[in-house]
């Protein structure tokens, strides 16, 4: 598992502990066990100036509070998290801090809204972006050493650095386990040679939960969360988050948020704080479900491939067992035509054809369907976000729709 950096304080509990313990109100007799769903748009100043922690809520709220020092210390960092009204308004946020005439170095595959707001965003704000094969660690370090080449030519000829605070020329965006591809990286290799050319590093860790890696202890820079995924984990909210041990880098994440608003509602976060405390068990058991469903259907005739960590054939496997507590439970497999992936999303009848993941049930999609999706991933595949109802139940209906897809029959387990 990940190396912790002696520099930081050891959480008192697991980390299964601390989703269930973090941020309970104080223990008086009568008081509630949970945090209150606060509702005030403003907060009463006794001085000319309020300057208390809560002035008005569009800059903190006691709201956010309770999950924001409950992720933070998940995290492992020293700060509380910054919570957002998505996973992509905390991804912009960090995105904006790419000074003009930076570099993002960014994953081929990854989440496609990262991918199209790193496109957006760059075009407007004046950075480039690089893509990576990022379980290619060669390749990404060769891309962070043409950055530092180039940075030194420009100040060479300009005199000037046109550096931005926070991100001073350029960062490297790490998604592991990728979207949709399930490719792993080399975290520590990638972040250790990044911070060696001073180049911030960022990591996408919806995918893998603070349970089964923790970024910042590599080194990473900065965390970031689709919280609407496996931390609030029911597919009723939508909300992001950021986690940054960087006081500095936190200042400027929550003058962007401060300052275009993409903040979160109580009540979203409120659920959110609610469904994580269930999380080591969701996981638990949706990776084991995980398990089973790669192992059967990488067996299974009219598969043409499987792609989960889990699997000790797969080329993530070796990376994930190092540097991962556990391999997640998103799964991705093809079949030979785009035809065949749709007619087996549109038969299944316990899993769910829908997009996003994270959720208590299994959800099924061809990623292709979105026009935005790389071409680089197959017609042919689907993800699957694996739930936490009982295996068999998901294979016999899995099984079943292959059937009816390909016309090939499986051995029935
Ligand atoms: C869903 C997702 C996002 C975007 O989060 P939203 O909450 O939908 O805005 C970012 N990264 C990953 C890996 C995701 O799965």
Do not use: C
């Not at 502990?17 to 223990?27: H, K, N, Q, Y």
């Not at 209150?36 to 100043?45: A, Q």
């Not at 989960?308 to 540097?323: I, T, V």
């Amino acid at each position: 598992m990940t190396t912790r950096d002696p520099a930081r304080p050891t959480p008192a509990f697991a980390p299964e502990t601390v989703l269930v313990e973090a941020a309970r109100p104080p223990r008086a007799t009568g008081a509630s066990v949970n945090p209150p769903i606060e509702l005030s748009s403003t907060f009463i100043g006794t001085t000319e100036v309020n300057d208390s922690a809560y002035a008005y809520g569009r800059f903190a709220t006691p709201a956010w509070t309770p999950f924001e020092a409950a992720l933070g210390e998940l995290e492992h960092a020293a700060l509380p998290a910054l919570v957002f009204g998505s996973g992509l308004a905390a991804i912009a946020a960090v995105l904006a801090l790419v000074p003009r005439g930076g570099t993002l170095v960014m994953p081929t595959h990854a989440y496609q809204g990262s991918l199209q707001s790193a496109q957006e965003l760059s075009a407007r704000a004046g950075f480039s972006v690089v893509s990576v094969d990022i379980a290619d660690t060669d390749a990404v370090i060769a891309a962070l050493d043409d950055i530092v080449t180039d940075d030194a030519a420009a100040r060479d000829s300009s005199g000037d650095v046109t550096a931005g605070p926070g991100i001073a020329s350029a960062l490297l965006w790490i998604e592991s386990p990728t979207n949709p591809m399930l490719e792993v990286a080399d975290m520590l290799a990638l972040i250790a040679a990044a911070r060696e050319r001073d180049i911030r590093v960022a990591v996408d860790n919806t995918f893998a939960t603070p349970l089964l890696q923790t970024p910042l202890d590599l080194g990473a820079d900065l965390v970031v969360h689709s919280v609407t995924k496996y931390l609030a984990g029911h597919s009723d909210v939508v909300l992001g988050a950021v986690i940054t041990g960087d006081p500095a880098l936190r200042e400027l994440l929550l003058t962007e948020r401060s300052m275009r608003g993409a903040i979160a509602g109580p009540f979203e976060v409120w659920l959110a704080l609610r469904g994580m405390r269930t999380l080591s068990v969701r996981l638990e058991r949706a990776q084991d479900n995980a398990q089973i469903l790669s192992e059967r259907l990488s067996r299974r005739a009219g598969v043409a491939e499987v792609r989960y960590p889990g699997l000790p054939a797969d080329p993530g496997h070796a990376r994930a067992s190092a540097q991962m507590a556990g391999f997640g439970a998103i799964v991705a497999f093809t079949v030979d035509t785009a035809e065949q992936a749709t007619a087996i999303a549109e038969a299944v009848r316990l899993w769910t054809p829908a997009t996003s993941l994270g959720g208590v049930e299994s959800l099924i999609e061809r990623r292709r369907r979105h026009a935005s999706e790389p071409t680089s991933v197959p017609e042919g595949l689907l993800r699957l976000s694996v739930g936490i109802e009982h295996v068999d139940d998901l294979w016999a209906d899995l099984d079943a729709a292959i059937t009816a897809a390909t016309g090939e029959t499986g051995d029935g387990v």
